[in-house]
Structures are given as structure tokens and as C-alpha cells.
């Protein structure tokens, strides 16, 4: 993952850059680094173990002056961290390197340059590219036609953003596999993992294509594709505002977005609902006619986007009455698959980079079916341009690592899906009337739930001293379970497991006793009075039962049951009321228990690598 950021300028560009490395933190933050060219040509370059705020310290005491420089802020793959492994890496005090990606045949490479008396200083597979860049400069290339003969030699994925020492009016960026965006100024220019590193200087975008290689001067930005022709590209404004990312009075950026989630469901429906119909059109200009023709839905994602996945087959097969199979994208692509006839492939996405997902749409696409659509929370992302259809989230940036309003805008406009396809199947129009009316309270619905972080943030105090816990859910509720789970391991690091309520006494009921905490989703749907059966089973083993239930559900407190009462709302949008006190009580057990809410240990929100 890692994130990659450049300029090159009339004006010093250390602080650029550090403001760039601090808004793509949540890439990666194991290590960063900042390298600029002074006026000597020399390359200043600080690396510290950690966090970016570190290595701003280091750079305040030892300042890095200089008009042209990259930074980088890294999530481990090959080498643990450490400064050695930090980037960006050197060779011989002429070459200057940033990468994002992965470099699949380094170790052949490496062998070769350690044999032609490279020496390695780190155990990155980064390494070899920087080694390889100044081989050519050392042949007599030019910068960029460097970059472009190693590259060529590169196998794998990268971002990289490359300096010559010797030449200091030319930054080198290239892009294969790994997100890369040129910002514009006025006689100066930038390179960034995403558009958020650079809003503080610009609003204005180049996003560079699978193969490109740029080459930015003061003046000049110039763009080459992947056979090596020139190439113009659009330069898009972008209107996001610089603040949108910032963490304002909120303790963590992950609270600040659970409580955006009104707001961000609110701009999902924003002109894609029409008195009682959704719009197809909302998916594109093409989608209605697409529509008409689907016959089975096919949907691939990865972490919180799948789970948003494994909801929308609930609702593809009970509302629209469509097939729809759901499937982890690391699974997906590495299998052989039949394309069910009139299928529609689906992915989702926060990111619209996850190497993963794009690696199954790609693949998706080759197997034959004929028109893919992407759910996605970033307009300009890979995904997003490499689908025929797209629907946009609109949850504006999400920064905490845990998926939060990503996840509801994603069963929002999974919603407004299965609605318009349901259409020309199992829906009729006061059925589509019914759902477009429950996603417009949905709202109001999410602000109440949130009232109750107060009295979600006194029940945290009871998992705080726990190993384990267990969330039971059934039927659509039982991805909600897989989520809460997932929210709860992943930033309090306490082990949780989902596990459809019926499956109880297939096995994990043997983990039941009084140090294993049970969560169970509970709202009055069909469902109910079998989900009650199986916490009797819990409770007759003496596990302690926390139940998120609504008002209606006919359940008394009692010495080892915690009730939480959520709002009555309708079966069909309950996924979406459960899932946010769910994201509370991790969101407070991991306040309590001290850990980094927002950063957690060994991840990072971006996994544009394998
Ligand atoms: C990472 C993030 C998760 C996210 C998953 C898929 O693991 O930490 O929060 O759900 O990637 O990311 P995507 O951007 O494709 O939704």
C-alpha cells in the first residue's frame, strides 16, 4: 500500500510534502521518509521508524531545503519496518526513489545487480527499481527514458515518483498497478498517491492511466502511455475542499465518520430517487437498457465492502427476485467460474484500488460477462474508470482505517440497486414505493441510533477486560454480526467471530462460558423467536448476552442479558440501524482499552497490493 508523494516547485517543498505524507497516513504508517535536492545538488534525505508526525519532528531539527523532492509513508511488505526499509531509497547519492506496489521478480533482479556490484542497504523489493533506474542514467539515458527501460524490466505493481540528482528541474512518475494522480499548479507541480495529499495546493488533477509515464518540470507536465506514444490527458477539477478530510472537533477521524452517516446517506440518494421510483439512470446513461436485460447478479468485493455484498444478496433474492451469488475477491479471481446467463458483475469499493477487486473485474470482464458495474466511493479511481456502469457513493473522504460510512452508503445505494432491478422482476411499483419511502427515513432513522452512543459507550466498559467475543446474527443480520465482528477485531484487537445464530450448536457453542461476552443482532423480523432460541442456549451454558434488539422485541434484562434498544424501523432497512451501534461499541472498547483507533496496528485502509 504506502503512500507517494512528489513536487517539484519554485518555492521550498518540505512542508508540501509532509502535509501531503500526514493526509496519506492511512495508506500506511509503519515508517516515512522525505528526500529533497538541495542547491547542491545533494540529496537531503530524513527517514524515521513510525509515524509521519515523527518524522516532522526530525525534519524541524534537521531541516530538508529544496525546491524538488518525494516523501513516503509505508505499510510493510518486503522487510520489516525500520529505517532502513523506509523510503525513499538512493543509489549512489545520484538516484532518488518513492514506490507504492509490489515488485514481483525482485529477488531475480536483485541477484543480477548484487552480482554487478549493487550494494543493498535495505531488504525492500523497492530497491532493485532505484538500482535499475540508475543503471540507465549511468548508460547516458535522460531521467524519464531511465524510468521507461526499467520499468520495462519491472514485473508486479508500482506507483513510483523518481529524481535524478544530477538533473534538477525534472520529476519522473509512473504508473502501473498502483494509484497515481499529477496535481497542477501555477509554475509548479506535485505527484500523489491520491488527490487529498495535494488539495491544500491544488484543486486541479491529471490521473494517470495503467502504463503512463510523466515527466513533470516548473512549466510542463508531459505524458507518455504504455506503448511509449505521447499523450494528452484531461486535467479535472476536483471539488473536494481541503477540509473535508480533516478530523475537526472529533476525537478520531472513525467517529467523526460515524456521525457523518446521515449527511453521507443523505448525498447518496441526493438526485437518484424521484417521488416513488429510484432512477436507473443514477448508474448511467446506459443502465436502464442494461437493466432490462439482467438475469442474475454476480458481486465481488473485499473486507467491509464484501460484507456490504453478502447484505445485498438478502435483498437481490427477496426483493428483485434475482440469483445473486457473493464472493471475496481474493477467492474469486484466483478460481474458475461459470457467467450464469444475462449475469451483471458487481464490485464494491471504498477505495476502487484494491488490487484484489480490480484483479476480479478485470478477470470478470475476460470470462465474458457483459456489463459490469461499480459501487465506489473515489470518482477518478481505477475501478470506477475500468467499469461500464458505476454508482457512486458520495461518503466524501473516509480516513479511519475501519470502514465505517463507507459500509452504510454502500448498502444505500446496494438498496437503490436491487430497487431498480427489481423493477423488471419481482417488484412492482408499491413495492418500489415502499423502499424508496424507507430510504428516505433512513436519516432520520441513523440520527436516533446515534443518540445512543452514550449509554453504547457505559456497555464497552464490559468488553474491555475480555480475550473474545461472539456476534450471533441471522438471515441479512448475520453480515451485520460479520461486521461488528470485524470493527470490534480490528481496533480493539480483541478476537471476534460472526456466526449465523443457527450454527450455534454446530461447534463455537463449546467456547460458551462466562469470560466469552455474546453479541446478538436482534430485530423483530421472522426471524426472531429462533435467534431467541439460540441465546437461550447461550444463556443456559452461563455466556453473557448482549442484545441489540428493537423496541417491539418482547426480551427482559436480566442477570447476564444487556438489552440495547434501537428505533422500530422495517426488516428491510435494519442492516444498515444495527450496523451503527455496532461500529460504537468498538469505536468505544478500543477508546478504552488505548488503542490507535484510527491507525490500527498492521493495517492500512488501501490495499492496492496483493
Ligand atoms: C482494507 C480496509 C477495509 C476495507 C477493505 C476493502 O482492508 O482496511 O476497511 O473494507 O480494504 O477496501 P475497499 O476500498 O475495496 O472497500
Known sequence: MCGIVGAIAQRPVAAILLEGL?????R?????GIAVLDVDRHIERVRTLGKVARLREEVEAQPVPGTLGVAHTRWATHGEPATRNAHPHVCRDRCVLVHNGIIENYETLRREQAAAGHRFTSETDTEVVVHAVYDELAAGHGLTEAVRRASRRLEGAYAL??????DPDRLVAARQGSPLVIGVGFGEHFIASDVFALLPVTHRFIFLEEGDIAELTRDQVRIWDADGHPVMRPVKESTVSADAAERGEYRHYMLKEIYEQPRAITDTLEGRLSGTRALPEAFGNQAEAIF????????VACGTSYHAGLVARYWMEALAGLPCQVEVASEYRYRRHVVPEGSLFVTISQSGETADTLAALRQAKAAGYATTLAICNVPESSLVRESDLVLLTRAGPEIGVASTKAFTTQLTALLLLT????????LDEAGEARVVTLLRSLPVKLEQVLALDETIARLAEQFVERHHTLFLGRGEQYPIAMEGALKLKEISYIHAEAYPAGELKHGPLALIDEDMPVVAVAPNNAL????????EEVRARGGQLFVFADQQVAMEEDDGVTILRLPQTDDLIDPLIFTVPLQLLAYHVAVLKGTDVDQPRNLAKSVTVE
Request: charged share 25%; no cysteine; proline share 0%.
Open 292 to 299: 432490462v436485460g439482467v438475469r442474475a447478479v454476480t458481486i
Open 161 to 166: 515518483g523518481v529524481i535524478d540528482a544530477s
Open 22 to 26: 500526514r493526509r496519506l497516513e492511512y
Open 419 to 426: 430497487v431498480v432491478l427489481g423493477r423488471y422482476h419481482a
Open 28 to 32: 500506511g504508517y509503519d515508517s516515512a
Open 528 to 535: 426472531l423467536e429462533k435467534l431467541k432460541s439460540n441465546l
